[in-house]
């Protein structure tokens, strides 16, 4: 079992940055592949970033060269930077940890408002 909990989330300017973080406690997380998912009104939820044990990352192609998932396993931290943030980036954002069919995770997600 693993539980998640979100924080950084908030109100900033087109431009702007924000730093999302993930708690996680019971598992350790590196026995998980991590990611994050927003999920916008009325659209489905989708991945934004995710990050396998090892360094292996992808993007989805709208945040590509604007945001970064990080992990730090020792601390069951992860991260995600997001830098030139748009108004279309508005979303809840969730954390999730997935090992395999069996195992898969939520947070209760953090909202991030891109406006003006």
């Known amino acids: 079992q693993v539980q998640l909990v979100e924080s950084g989330g908030g109100l900033v300017q087109p431009g702007g940055s924000l730093r999302l973080s993930c708690a996680a406690s019971?598992?350790?997380?590196?026995?998980?592949?991590m990611g994050w998912y927003r999920q916008a009104p009325g659209k489905q939820r989708e991945l934004v970033a995710a990050t396998a044990n090892g360094g292996y990352s992808n993007y989805a192609d709208s945040v590509k060269g604007r945001f970064a998932i990080s992990r730090d396993n020792a601390k069951n931290l992860v991260y995600l930077q997001m830098n030139s943030l748009k108004p279309e980036d508005t979303a809840v954002y969730y954390c999730?940890?997935?090992?395999?069919?069996?195992?898969?995770?939520w947070g209760q997600g953090t909202q991030v408002t891109v406006s003006s």
């Open positions: 019971g598992n350790l997380i590196s026995q998980y592949v």
């Open positions: 999730n940890a997935r090992r395999g069919q069996a195992y898969d995770y």
